[in-house]
């Protein structure tokens, strides 16, 4: 039998201190969250926005963040070719959902009611 072995991973130097960075600037957002308390809500908010723009900018510039934003343009791209259905389509579509949970509901509840009935009787009790 072969052996088969997985291939190592390895990280560059920059890599590895980009994501370093990335893991400092979110403990340092929460944190400074936490810390901040007293600021008003709309500047933490707004740095917190700052923050997030930083972390996601630097993380697309490592070979992972890379490979991440090439999937996402590609989802983009397959997603538009989505035949998306019509808004009677979709309406007609959760009426029917919304009529067949119903539908189970009260099955279940019979099958409920069934079996608590026969439980009752089994034990003597008349409810």
Known sequence: MRKTTKPEVTIS???FWKWVLVFGLIAVGIVGNAYFVAVPVAIRAAVAIVMLVLVLGLSAWTRTGHKAVVFFKAARVELRKVSWPSRPETM???LVV???VVITALVMWGVDAFFLWGVNELIGQRG
């Open 13 to 15: 130097r920059g890599d």
């Open 92 to 94: 007609q579509a959760t």
């Open 98 to 100: 919304v009529a067949m």
